[in-house]
């Protein structure tokens, strides 16, 4: 049967990850390692992926059915210890992953620059940009503080709004959302 052919060639990516996810959930249910039971979880997405590429079908439809059914289930499959030290070692892998694609764009920017120096008038045409993101930024920013200050019932217009708009702006929304 040729990819695509028919509904159920479709949907057998999910299959696939969810057979994968049935076998991690029956196995880490009768896990007590933390370590064990963190390591499952970092090679669970692999496993998914491998599988979904050597049956052919969408692997990362095999890796992101496996991750919602397990993560369904991660309160009855999981200790609280294990929840909080799994919560410590993703914080980790994602500021590593985040540190050698910042890197890897740092190594590119050079020659980027060198690049773009031959192309004219390219500064103002970024300018113009950054400013247009930034003074959406901050409409949106103004627009967040004042719901928050009238559902909240704090709203106050003057010395408050104009710190709280220019962090905001300048400092980003995800500071807002982690406050309230």
Known sequence: ???????SWRLAGPAAGGAVA???????????DPVLDTVMALITPYAAYVLGATLHVSPVMAVIVAGLAIGARRAKITTAQ???QLHSVYQT????????????????????????SHAGAWPAEALAVAGTL??????LAGVLVLVAGIAGGILHIGLF??????????GGLKLWREQS
Request: net charge positive; charged share 10%.
């Open 1 to 7: 049967m040729a990819p695509g052919s028919s509904q």
């Open 22 to 32: 049935v076998g991690v959930i029956a196995v880490r249910r009768h896990v007590t």
């Open 82 to 84: 294990t929840r909080l």
């Open 93 to 116: 892998v994602i500021f590593l992953l985040e540190s050698v694609v910042f890197s890897l764009i740092g190594l590119q920017l050079p020659t980027l620059i060198r690049a773009l």
């Open 134 to 139: 930034i003074a959406i930024r901050a409409a």
């Open 161 to 170: 709004f104009v710190p709280a708009l220019v962090a905001l702006a300048i």
